[in-house]
């Protein structure tokens, strides 16, 4: 049969999958690959450099199809961070139980948790940039490395609550991942009443206020 003449970045990634869990393992070389999906061995190259590359791409491309759907969403631009996330949660679980298999095989051959995962590097840095944008409200702190700091626990915080919901959703066998919905909404919800700067700020007021007066009757 003749070779493919067009690819895209998607072709790549649906042959990968689909020759993942039709056999059970990953392609021998790029070669078999290239050559089982009529494929000049070049094209793959356009894209890819091996299959760990395509194995980071795939999460990527959940993460870009889970905004694509969102950016499609008047009444998701007009939310506040906090529903905002949730959105972004049940949006990209969505789609990865799209793929349940591909994703259940694929984490379940690696040893040692996900959060050593190099095939999820990518999606980190993406997922944690995404949470910068977000513009979640923390005190003030008005110190520009503390600031930065503040802003990095954020980041890692809410990398960690992801990969503990990838987690939570591998393990889940209710009906529609019914478990999995409630574990999202409680945890995104609980984080952002933990950081909820709304009381901080008038415990912060109040210390405040009784310095002042302190001051003033001394």
Same mark, same amino acid.
Request: aromatic letters at 16%.
């Given at each position: ?77 007009g939310f506040d961070s906090r529903n905002k996330l949730l959105s972004f ?9 799209? /793929?349940? !298999? ?8 690696? &040893? ?5 995962? @190099?095939? +999820? ?35 890692e915080s809410a990398w960690m609550q992801l990969l503990l919901t990838i987690k ?20 995104? /919800?609980? !984080? ?8 901080? &700020? ?5 210390? @405040?206020? +009784? ?8």
């Open positions: 049969m003749a070779k493919k003449k067009t690819v895209s970045n998607n072709d790549i990634i649906s042959f990968y999958m689909d020759y993942v869990l039709e056999h059970d393992e990953n392609p021998k070389s790029i070669y078999s690959f290239c050559k089982a999906n009529h494929l000049e061995e070049s094209k793959f190259y356009e894209f890819f450099t091996s299959f760990e590359a395509i194995e980071k791409g795939i999460f990527v491309t959940f993460y870009k199809n889970t905004l694509t759907a969102l950016d499609k969403s008047s009444d998701y631009k949660y049940f949006t990209f679980f969505e789609n990865l139980t799209a /793929n349940r !298999s591909y994703v259940t095989h694929v984490l379940h051959k690696y &040893k040692g948790g996900l959060k050593g995962l @190099k095939m +999820l590097s990518g999606l980190k840095k993406h997922f944690t940039d995404y949470i910068s944008l977000l513009e979640i409200e923390m005190i003030d702190i008005k110190q520009e490395k503390l600031e930065k700091i503040q802003q990095k626990t954020l980041q939570f959703w591998l393990d889940d066998t209710s009906p529609s991942f019914e478990k999995t919905d409630i574990f999202i909404e409680k945890s995104v /919800n609980t !984080s952002f009443d933990i950081i909820n700067i709304a009381p901080l &700020k008038s415990v912060i007021d109040f210390g @405040k206020f +009784l310095f002042k007066e302190k001051m003033h009757m001394n």
